[in-house]
Nanobody, 126 residues
Framework: QVQLVESGGGLVQAGGSLRLSCTASGRTFSRYSMGWFRQAPGKERGFVAGMSRSGGSTRYADSVKGRFTISRDNAKDTGYLQMNSLKPEDTAVYYC???????????????????WGQGTQVTVSS
């Protein structure tokens, strides 16, 4: 199995940027499709962005398209989420996750993700 650890969260003003990292250990990261999810207080955990094992395919939630960019460096067993033009409604705990998938497949459903990090808090002030 793979273990995931997120980092890079924090407090930022609206309009600012943050870059989240997800470091994997235990199994080769390139075996998994990766995704980012977020959960705000009182809300369900929801899909933010996903990337295929190869890094060639991506998917984004409509709410973050054009502002967030998912990427990965399989040589470093690390995934990233670059978040620009942040809004107060982006405030949430952000989770990295890994799922079994084909080389080019992007997994967008929460239930399909088998491995999860502990989450990192992102707070955007107005």
């Amino acid at each position: 199995q793979v273990q995931l650890v997120e980092s890079g969260g924090g407090l930022v003003q609206a309009g600012g940027s943050l870059r989240l990292s997800c470091t994997a250990s235990g199994r080769t990261f390139s075996r998994y499709s990766m995704g980012w999810f977020r959960q705000a207080p009182g809300k369900e955990r929801g899909f933010v962005a996903g990337m295929s094992r190869s890094g060639g395919s991506t998917r984004y939630a409509d709410s973050v398209k054009g502002r967030f960019t998912i990427s990965r460096d399989n040589a470093k067993d690390t995934g990233y989420l670059q978040m620009n033009s942040l809004k107060p409604e982006d405030t949430a705990v952000y989770y990295c996750a890994a799922a079994y998938a084909s080389v080019s497949g992007v997994v967008t459903t929460l239930e399909a993700y088998k491995y999860w990090g502990q989450g990192t808090q992102v707070t955007v002030s107005s």
